[in-house]
């Protein structure tokens, strides 16, 4: 059956006891008790009590100088049950600190701690206990940044294995390796659709053991309703469950696709980020098998396939089942380099699974009905964004550029958002062809000069600001300074006129 709910722990990694005895500043001894390499502490606390039990809380190094000891302790049964209700409390280890109160460790604390299976660690009168307490955190805090570290590259390498040309099977043979231990994909009807790794046990009976406990257990976490084991249960399934069998740690994850596909892990050990890098893996195979499983998924594939062999986009943009409106989003994030999955996350959140990473910028292609939902409505927390105006599927080069120029203005102005034409003008008054016309004409004189033209219109949009054009652009203000000046002169015109730059914002706007 999946564990019970675990004691809470402190959100950082234990402490080896080991660890603590190998500071050759504090000068511990362990004098009593099993020399166990897996003994661990979680935290550090000091108490004078008789019965300490109602204040402990478990996994705790309890220092003591043995204040609490009556004269007469040395020929009862105080030590006994003084040590079995540490032992009962869950403690970890028990220190004792020698001088001022006893020159030595008594001599039945030793035999009770031998008695009773707790590590005693004798505390030299040089050092304190506030010195023990604190190299616990140092170590805690050692513990917990190699922690933090090993997630982190985890991570990066499962959102690295989903980008390879086999991506299901890279994303479970990276996590068994983070592990140690074995990754398993099951489908809706129970079977194993792929594995790797190796089922951590001590002999072939004990892996097949684990294996069938693993298959088991994503039983329970499959939808109701879904084929396999599990599937006649009554009421919502947990999206997760975990196990120990043959003292191997199983773990069962529900993909958030809701077709009942299920990842599942069995490790030798459950360290504290062992967990949230299966998350991570979960998360990726999630968006694998949606893509790979779904009909949209063959739509995008099938669309993809008709645009390399020379379609022209208006002809597949049916087989999205999205419309024919469209938009396309420029996003660039507040933090660093977007990822495959950040990349995604924002897919999800403007409702389109169609998202491009380029560079520093995610681009997104979103249905037009969806454009008000999510980020593109209130700027999603963590991007900057730039809109296009709704577009046909015949236009969507255009919307892109459109999104483009809308993340450029977003950024000099720092704004969160900008919509490519936000504020209907008077352009509608003049027919199409008209003001197209009259663009040709206004600008023939820097048209072949596409930097120029990038330039005036992003300058004009700016309001003639030098600093924010270049941030915009990416290039020097003196940079900016020189192509307007060349401007001027190609345009022979006065720029400072604000009805010449009426004008050319009008024609570039038709341009």
């Known amino acids: 059956m999946p564990d019970a709910a675990v004691p809470a722990v402190p959100p950082t990694p234990p402490v080896p006891l080991a660890a603590l005895l190998a500071r050759e500043d504090l000068g511990l001894r362990q004098i009593a008790g099993p020399r166990d390499p897996a003994t661990v502490i979680h935290w550090a606390h000091t108490s004078e009590m008789a019965d300490p039990y109602p204040y402990l809380l478990g996994g705790e190094l309890l220092l003591t100088a043995g204040v609490h000891i009556p004269e007469a302790a040395g020929s009862g049964t105080y030590f006994d049950a003084y040590v079995s209700r540490i032992v009962e409390a869950g403690g970890a280890a028990l220190g004792f600190g020698v001088a001022p109160v006893h020159d030595t460790v008594p001599r039945a604390l030793v035999e009770a701690c031998d008695q009773y299976g707790l590590p005693l660690v004798e505390v030299p009168p040089r050092t304190t206990f506030s010195g023990v307490a604190r190299a616990v955190w140092q170590l805690m805090a050692q513990a917990r940044h190699t922690e933090l570290r090993r997630v982190t590259e985890a991570q990066q390498s499962l959102a690295a294995a989903a980008a390879r040309p086999d991506p299901m099977p890279s994303v479970l043979r990276q996590l068994a390796q983070r592990v140690g231990g074995r990754a398993a994909l099951y489908a809706p009807d129970g079977g194993e659709v792929a594995s790797a790794g190796r089922l951590p046990g001590p002999g072939a009976g004990a892996g097949a053991e684990v294996g069938v406990a693993l298959a088991g257990l994503a039983g329970v976490v499959r939808p109701a309703g879904e084929g396999g084991p599990g599937s006649g249960s009554s009421g919502p399934s947990p999206s997760s469950a975990s196990d120990t069998v043959a003292g191997v740690h199983l773990a069962a994850y529900a993909l958030?696709?809701?077709?009942?596909?299920?990842?599942?892990?069995?490790?030798?050990?459950?360290?504290?980020?062992?967990?949230?890098?299966?998350?991570?893996?979960?998360?990726?195979?999630?968006?694998?098998?949606?893509?790979?499983?779904?009909?949209?998924?063959?739509?995008?594939?099938?669309?993809?396939?008709?645009?390399?062999?020379g379609a022209a986009p208006e002809e597949v943009a049916p087989l999205l089942d999205a419309g024919e409106r469209w938009v396309v989003v420029h996003a660039l994030p507040d933090g660093p380099a977007p990822d495959a999955v950040a990349a995604s996350a924002l897919g999800a959140a403007l409702g389109s699974p169609l998202v491009d990473v380029a560079g520093d910028v995610v681009r997104v292609l979103v249905p037009a009905g969806r454009r008000e939902a999510g980020a593109v409505a209130g700027a999603l927390a963590g991007w900057t964004c730039g809109v296009s105006a709704v577009v046909g599927a015949r236009e969507w080069g255009v919307a892109d550029t459109q999104a483009a120029r809308a993340l450029s203005r977003a950024r000099a102005t720092r704004a969160r958002l900008v919509r490519h034409g936000d504020r209907p003008g008077l352009a509608g008054l003049v027919p199409p062809a008209e003001a197209a016309a009259h663009a040709r004409t206004v600008l023939a004189p820097i048209a072949g000069n596409a930097a120029l033209v990038e330039t005036l219109r992003t300058w004009l949009s700016l309001h003639g600001s030098w600093d924010r054009t270049a941030v915009a652009l990416s290039v020097h203000r003196n940079t900016v300074r020189q192509r307007i000046a060349r401007c001027a002169t190609l345009l022979n015109t006065d720029l400072d006129d604000p009805d010449v730059r009426m004008n050319l914002w009008f024609a570039l706007s038709h341009a």
Do not use: K, M
Not at 273 to 288: E, F, N, Q, R
Not at 291 to 308: C, D
């Open 256 to 309: 958030g696709t809701g077709q009942g596909f299920v990842l599942g892990v069995a490790a030798p050990r459950r360290d504290p980020g062992d967990h949230t890098i299966a998350s991570v893996g979960a998360v990726l195979l999630s968006l694998l098998t949606g893509e790979h499983q779904s009909s949209t998924g063959a739509a995008r594939s099938s669309a993809l396939v008709r645009l390399l062999l």
